[in-house]
């Protein structure tokens, strides 16, 4: 059996999660910062850290024995009511750091199943250590954006569309521009596309409409 330990600020909640999703168990960080997971079958795990408010902090390790991950630093969110920038996917990712906490459109194409996402096909990965990270965008009640928008959004739409291979043609219908607050993990790396040796199902941001007051990412 694996063991997990490290150390996150104190007042933080930490999760631990396998590549597919799957939660593992939850854990509470004393009042020293220090953690541990005991029991683990050996495997690959994601360690996030957050407050339950806050956008969180993400650690992947490669548990086969005793492992130490070091300290989880835990971000907090800094609001803006700015006018809302309209970006792509791509473009949120790459600037996730500056735009995290801020209202934004992200123009993507929309994708629903278990967790609604916008993706797209980024020349880049977000990573963890060896894990990648897909090119998604959670969803968590967004909102149409404000009309005053439109021409701006269109534009991206037209770029996204336009991107797409002859092959392979986007659904106009599919491609969107939604409203809300980005919130992104801190702790991941940008790395060109596609080369991380496993990979997580898991969205690595997420935009969620201005009511919510969770705004953990993975949650």
């Known amino acids: 059996m694996a063991t997990i330990r490290g150390t996150a600020s104190p007042g933080a909640k930490l999760r631990l999660f396998g590549l597919d999703g799957t939660a593992v168990t939850n854990a509470a960080v004393g009042a020293t910062g220090k953690f541990e997971f ?24 490669h548990a086969t024995g005793d492992v130490d991950v070091g300290f989880l630093p835990l971000p907090m969110l800094v609001g803006s009511r700015a006018a809302a920038r309209v970006v792509t996917v791509c473009e949120a990712f790459g600037n996730r ?12 194409i929309f994708k629903s199943g278990m967790d609604e996402t916008l993706r797209l096909d ?25 009309e005053a928008l439109r021409a701006e959004i269109e534009k991206k739409r037209q770029e996204v569309i336009k991107s797409s291979p002859p092959e392979a043609p986007l659904r106009p219908e599919r491609v969107v521009g939604l409203y809300g607050k980005f919130v992104s993990l801190a702790g991941l790396k940008t790395e060109s596309c596609c080369k991380a040796p496993v990979e997580t199902v898991l969205p690595p941001a997420r935009l969620f409409g201005l009511s919510e007051i969770d705004r953990r990412v993975i949650r």
């Open 122 to 146: 980024c020349p880049f990965q977000l990573v963890s250590g060896d894990v990648g990270w897909p090119s998604a965008i959670g969803l968590t009640n967004p909102l149409p954006p404000p």
């Open 38 to 61: 005991h029991d683990l079958a050996p495997d690959w795990y994601l360690i996030l850290a957050d407050t339950g408010a806050s956008n969180g902090s993400v650690k992947a390790t």
């Open 97 to 108: 750091l500056a735009l995290s906490g801020k209202l934004v459109v992200i123009v993507g």
